[in-house]
């Protein structure tokens, strides 16, 4: 399998992708395509001792930035690492594509050169998000601020596939983030995708609280990309501020330090559970190859994790499977 990575994405780029690149060759037994600037990536390399064995480098002279705005992947820097590395993909290159910079640009790319898969509305942004029982999908997590009642359908029939064929999920639970759990709550929108999906094939449970998407309410959170995007942000937010939390009271003293060292094994546990990094990519759901979208800090382990899930997406032909479930809806 050849998995193409954007070697200029992400805060930590490039030295922490070449990184989880190292890693993910030994680690899962692939071939890499590294897009970007050619003589930085071997520079980066030799000087980090960092091992390009297996990896193809296609020179890009341009970087996006977390800055630029969407549209410039195809102007101002149709010439970046992450353009071409789309276009490898759209043109069979490769069987994947991974990348940790521009969310909104890579959206923007995925829909206009990689392209949707025949009857999808929009591509979507499914992140993997921790719980009291572990992981919960959250689809869309800010691809679209603006959705339809069939928008939110179709993320639950992407979002059930993903969590059953990668995650391994027996008939995940799909739940309608909404202000109550009664059937007639919410917005126009909401109460259209609720009767959509609860017409569905799809194990719909219902609408779900904000409150109870972090106490395991369902294995998929369907929801419109703004409301998406503020839970995504409000969950970071919590924990990194709880477990500062905790860092701070076991650190207070000399008798709390005493206890740390009893709880040591326990709170690194716990606080691996919390870790995005665990799940370090969230896929662009609907795209008619598999992207996957790295979190912008990515560091080493974060890429390693995410080009696992991204093989794993390619092993179980989840686009294909996507493209069965929609000509079957229509």
């Known amino acids: 399998m050849k998995i193409i990575v954007d070697a200029f994405g992400g805060d930590n780029a490039p030295l922490e992708i070449l990184k989880g690149c190292e890693a993910a060759v030994k680690s899962l037994d692939i071939d890499i395509i590294l897009t970007g600037r050619e003589d930085e990536i071997r ?16 020179d890009a002279p341009e970087v996006l930035t977390m ?39 890579l959206v923007v790319g995925a829909t206009m050169i990689v392209k949707r898969i025949k009857g999808i509305k929009r ?12 992981f919960f999908m959250l689809i869309d997590g800010g691809a679209n601020v603006d959705c339809r009642p069939e928008m939110l359908l179709q993320f639950g ?48 449970i219902g609408n779900i609280e904000a409150r109870d998407i972090s106490n395991d309410g ?16 409000m969950f970071e937010g919590v924990v990194t501020m709880v477990m ?21 094994k326990d709170m690194t546990e716990l606080k691996k559970t ?10 662009v759901m609907g795209a008619s190859k598999p992207v996957f979208k790295v979190h912008g800090s990515a560091k080493a382990r974060t890429l390693e994790s995410a080009l696992r899930l991204t093989k794993a997406y390619v092993e179980k032909n989840v686009t294909e499977e996507i493209s069965r479930a929609i000509t079957q809806q229509e």
């Open 67 to 105: 800055e630029d705005h969407a549209g410039a992947i195809m102007k101002e820097k149709q010439d970046s690492s992450m353009a071409e590395g789309l276009r490898l993909v759209a043109e069979g290159k490769g069987d994947a594509f991974v990348s940790a910079g521009n969310s909104g640009a």
């Open 157 to 204: 029939i992407m979002g059930s596939i993903y969590l059953e064929k990668v995650i391994g999920v027996e008939k995940p639970r799909i739940g309608l983030a909404n202000v109550g759990t009664e059937d007639h709550k919410g917005g126009e929108l909401q109460r259209q995708a609720f009767a959509m999906l609860k017409e569905s094939n799809l194990n719909f």
């Open 123 to 134: 591509v979507s942004f499914a992140p993997m998000v921790p719980n009291s029982n572990g």
């Open 244 to 264: 500062g939390k905790f860092k701070e009271v076991f650190t207070k003293n000399t008798k709390n330090k005493m206890a740390t060292a009893i709880l040591l």
């Open 274 to 283: 919390m870790d995005y990094n665990e799940y370090g990519g969230a896929p």
């Open 43 to 58: 520079k980066v390399a030799e000087e980090n001792q960092i091992s390009l064995e297996r990896m193809e480098i296609v």
């Open 218 to 233: 369902a294995d998929v959170v369907v929801t419109d990309g703004f409301t998406g995007n503020i839970i995504l942000k």
